[in-house]
């Protein structure tokens, strides 16, 4: 189970291994919150040479795990758990260290509680997007299109799309029909990397994402769409509902719904480390 997890309105891409039990958290985004590199790739790769010339190989503490880049499809990254990103904190002079390391204890905690009990873990999503500065209603819709967008992933899972690669072309097809932008090109509208697109989107745009997400699973279950290509027509087709509601709200409104706005943080210069 893939997911983001929040470090002073920082994200860190993270997955949960269900077998081991445990948070395995993307090391780049770490290494990015204590260092504030402009290339936090670049230091990694740095770190890790350096300190196997002392005699510490770096890379035997990591996973490669699939995250979401971003450009929006996900690549083989260096993952650690708990124990091993104390190890790597500890290579890196950074005042977030302390803070960091409580930080990195907590979240185990609270994954076992979640399991325990799963409305925790809304309530968590919800803490996290307050955090980021979401107003209630802006809430109500992400998490309302979290419950549209679970329920159309299910039906492909069961009518035989392969997850990931197929999930993120279906997802692209039904996104490039509403909006008539790739999920690349919207992201780079709004100025995002790595960040998640839905988690930037305004009211408008998560409505009509969760409508043309909606509209595909419902003619998918009318058709009985099986497979990545009827899946796809009914992508296309729900992707167009959406595109005529819009085009129908944009000129009475006289506003686009998609734009580039979003929710970043105003930029501060950003110093390399020497």
């Known amino acids: 189970m893939s997911s983001i997890k929040i470090f002073e309105n920082r994200q860190v891409r993270s997955v949960w291994d269900e077998t081991e039990e445990k948070w395995y958290f993307s090391v780049v985004d770490v290494v990015l919150i204590l260092t504030n590199s402009p290339d936090p790739k670049d230091y990694w790769y740095r770190m890790k040479k350096r300190e196997k010339l002392s005699g510490i190989e770096l890379s035997t503490i990591c996973r490669q795990l699939k ?10 990254t260096d993952c650690a758990d708990v124990q091993g990103l104390l190890r790597i904190i500890q290579s890196i002079p950074s005042p977030k260290a302390e803070p960091l390391k409580q930080w990195l204890a907590k979240t185990g905690y609270e994954r076992m509680q979640e399991i325990a009990n799963p409305e925790q873990s809304l309530d968590r999503a919800r803490g996290n997007w307050q955090k980021l500065g979401r107003n209630e209603k802006w809430i109500q819709q992400r998490m309302t299109g979290q419950e549209t967008r679970n329920k159309l992933t299910d039906y492909w899972k069961d009518s035989g799309v392969k997850e ?27 100025g995002l990397k790595s960040q998640n697109l839905r988690d930037h989107m305004s009211e408008a745009e998560l409505i009509f994402t969760a409508l043309a997400e909606l509209s595909t699973r419902q003619i998918a279950e009318t058709v009985e769409a099986k497979g990545l ?3 796809a027509q009914s992508g296309k087709k729900g992707g167009e509902v959406a595109k005529n509601a819009r085009i129908e709200l944009e000129s009475k409104s006289g506003k686009n719904v998609v734009t580039g706005e979003n929710f970043l943080p105003p930029q501060k210069e950003i110093k390399k480390l020497k």
């Open 67 to 76: 995250l979401e880049s971003s450009d929006g499809k996900k690549y083989e």
């Open 164 to 190: 990931k690669d197929e999930f993120a072309l279906l997802t692209n097809i039904i996104h490039q029909e509403w909006t008539g932008l790739t999920v690349k090109k919207h992201k780079d509208l709004k």
């Open 229 to 231: 290509h009827q899946n």
